[in-house]
């Protein structure tokens, strides 16, 4: 092991890697509960989805650990999962069975486009700001999801929004859990979420009508109700351009920040900011998306939460390798993961989608031609609940305002293809 993740080349040792492979795996347990919650809440059993949360991420985890041999670790991304059961099932009225095989197809669209090296291509082409954007806005969209969860906000008959009941029972329960993230998250502790989660957990069990399970362990439930139940002919018509390109930049934009966020952090980046051997992730993020749809759960990717782990001194493969391993103990405890009630994870929705917004601060806004297409961009995805929309206005309005600005060379060609591509998105997406 030692030879084979080059340890002394890097300047680690076994016992720090495992440490530092625990940091990672406490900073991203919430996904144990995140995944299948927001999933089953748009119709996927919780107990198979839990189940395929976990296989996916042991597959992507040990899959990076061999090959990239770098400390990231993978598993299924909220914002996407989120976006799947809240606006494309619930939304935009797709099933269940049709969302897995959009997201099979875009596994398959973004696995040719890795090996052809156009995907490396639109890391170069896209502006940072944009980039950040589609972050930023997802973000806002998270929290958004987390205070209706958390009965923070509600609907009004007429569709508006209003306060909630703040001191109702389940949103008190919920804003001491959040304020318990905020005030570990303060003092740096990496298990900030997970405590949240279940102290609003217990806290459930005693005040709520939260009801403890018979037995706290179990065989691991089944994957058959979703297991190779996507729909692909479903979604493969043009109806469903819309999902399909909203699903590639999502899962684009995730992927390239996480890796080019982690890489700085872990020191990994080249006097040009680029990440060496980038193909290798994409290609394990191409191939664990495409896994994924087959178990039945949604799109998979490097976690930004592995920074615990390079923060731990984490430098090799072997980080992911530990999170794999303490996932797959994490199988036989789907009883007690399934009694945790919405109320209980809001918290960690909104303290993923604020963090997610702290991405503002790295974007140059001081001229209209940079802040008119990304907060367009941030605006739509987050205030109209429309990511697709939010990031094609983006790629649309981004060349338009730099070529009336004179400032038309900083427009890439692979810019122009993506507005003219988002034009034609804007005018068949099904409003």
């Known amino acids: 092991m030692k030879n084979f993740f080059e340890l002394d080349k890097l300047g680690t040792n076994i016992k720090t890697e495992l440490v530092a492979g625990f940091s990672a795996f406490i900073a991203m ?16 059993d919780f107990g198979a989805t839990y189940t395929a949360s976990i ?55 973004l696995l040719v486009l890795t090996i052809l090296n156009v ?13 950040l954007a589609f972050v930023v806005g997802l973000g806002i969209f998270l929290v958004f999801i987390g205070f209706k969860s958390a009965g923070i906000i509600e609907f009004l008959p007429n569709g508006g929004l209003t306060v909630g009941n703040l001191l109702g029972k389940e949103t008190l329960i919920a ?9 570990l998250s303060a003092k740096k502790i990496k298990a900030a979420m997970p405590i ?15 009801n403890m399970p018979d037995k706290i ?31 590639i930049i999502l899962i684009f934009t995730d992927t390239m920040g996480t890796l080019m966020g982690l890489g700085a952090r872990a020191n990994l980046l080249d006097e040009n900011g ?54 797959f103990t994490a199988l036989f405890f789907s009883p007690l993961i399934e009694q945790i009630p919405s109320y209980a994870y809001a918290g960690a929705l909104i303290m993923v989608g604020m963090l997610m917004i702290t991405t503002i601060k790295d974007m140059d806004l001081a001229e209209p031609k940079d802040y008119i297409p990304t907060l367009s961009a941030i605006l739509v ?51």
Request: charged content about 10%.
């Open 29 to 44: 347990s919430y996904i144990l509960i995140l995944n299948p919650k927001v999933l089953s809440f748009a119709g996927f």
């Open 274 to 327: 680029n990440l060496a051997e980038i193909k290798k992730p994409m290609l394990v993020d191409s191939i664990s998306t495409i896994i994924a749809s087959l178990f039945g759960t949604t799109t998979t990717g490097a976690y930004a939460e592995s920074v615990s782990g390079i923060e731990a001194g984490g430098k090799s493969g072997i980080v992911p390798l530990v999170v794999a391993f303490l996932f």
């Open 217 to 247: 362990f179990a065989a691991p439930p089944s994957i058959e109700p979703i297991f190779l139940k996507l729909d692909v002919l479903g979604v493969l018509n043009l109806k469903s351009f819309p999902l399909l390109f909203t699903l």
């Open 381 to 431: 995805s987050g205030l109209a609940q429309n990511i697709g929309l939010g990031m094609s206005l983006g790629f649309f309005l981004y060349p338009l305002c730099n070529l009336v600005s004179s400032e038309k060379d900083k427009v890439s060609p692979m810019m122009w293809v993506l507005a003219t591509i988002s034009v034609i998105f804007i005018i068949v997406y099904p409003y």
């Open 175 to 183: 804003l001491f859990g959040l304020l318990v993230m905020f005030v």
């Open 55 to 109: 296989l996916i991420t042991v597959f992507a985890c040990l899959f990076t650990a061999f090959f990239v041999k770098k400390p990231f670790a993978l598993a299924p991304y909220i914002g996407e999962n989120a976006f799947i059961a809240y606006t494309v099932i619930s939304i935009m009225g797709y099933t269940w069975t049709q969302a897995l095989g959009a997201i099979f197809i875009v596994g398959i669209l």
């Open 196 to 210: 949240g989660i279940i102290t609003a957990f217990i806290l459930g069990i005693i005040f709520g009508d939260i």
């Open 119 to 131: 995907r490396q291509a639109l890391v170069k082409a896209i502006p940072k700001n944009l980039k």
